[in-house]
């Protein structure tokens, strides 16, 4: 069954980094893409951006361009969200997500599974 | 960005009750809508995509509905376990959006 596994909560500084990472199992890693939402406590959802496992492409809201980078380990199917110069308002829970479908070219994008979400909290 | 606004924010039903949310887009997206249901401490679960599909597995009574700027999602006969955040989402654009959600309460 397809499974993302996410890393630990973490309690950084302002101006630390964190790095969360998204373990894919059930399926082949590198043919779907991976995206990033994240929920501050008691609020909506926001998107983070998207990365293609197979060709490390990547696309960022562009509330985040400068500050977070996708990677990923294809050799233990696993994508890592790295977010910097962290903010107060950073403190959110950050789910990774899988699209429903992908073909050899594109996926689509809605999201049918999701990791547990990674909660990180920013204060000093 | 596309702004998505979802009403009402909240809402108080009863089991049984017929349950109705909107979404609406701040321009058109066709049919590229997406409906999530979310319960405390959990990640969102995908209802409905490309407006009106219901994803495998998710009960008939849950519909959805609407094209160009103006969505509905219904849940025919509320369940108990369907009290719950309800979100859209948009996928029409290269960035992302999500509705602020609609919290669906026991009266």
Redesign the interface.
């Known amino acids: 069954q397809v499974q993302l596994v996410q890393s630990g909560a973490e309690v950084k500084k302002p101006g630390a980094s964190v790095k969360v990472s998204c373990k894919a199992s059930g399926y082949t890693f590198t043919s779907y893409d991976i995206?990033w939402?994240r929920q501050a406590t008691g609020q909506?959802?926001?998107?983070v951006g998207w990365m293609n496992p197979n060709t490390g492409n990547t696309?960022y809201?562009?509330k985040f361009q400068g500050r977070v980078t996708f990677t990923r380990d294809t050799s233990i199917s696993t994508a890592y969200m790295e977010l910097t110069s962290l903010r107060s308002d950073d403190t959110a829970v950050y789910?990774c997500?899988r699209p429903?479908y992908c073909s050899s070219t594109s996926c689509?994008?809605?999201?049918?599974y999701?990791?547990?979400?990674t909660l990180v909290t920013v204060s000093s | 960005d596309i702004q998505m606004t979802q009403s009402p924010s909240s809402l108080s039903a009863s089991v049984g009750d017929r349950v109705t949310i909107t979404c609406r887009a701040s321009q058109s997206i066709s049919n590229y809508l997406n409906w999530y249901q979310q319960k405390p401490g959990k990640a969102p679960k995908l209802l409905i995509y490309t407006a009106s599909s219901l994803q495998n597995g998710v009960p008939s009574r849950f519909s959805g509905s609407g094209s160009g700027t103006d969505f509905t999602l219904t849940i025919s006969s509320l369940q108990p376990e369907d009290f719950a955040t309800y979100y859209c989402q948009q996928s029409y654009s290269s960035s992302l959006t999500f509705g602020g959600g609609t919290k669906v309460e026991l009266k």
């Open positions: 995206n939402v909506g959802l926001e998107w696309g809201a562009q789910y997500a429903t689509s994008r809605d999201f049918d999701w990791g547990q979400g």
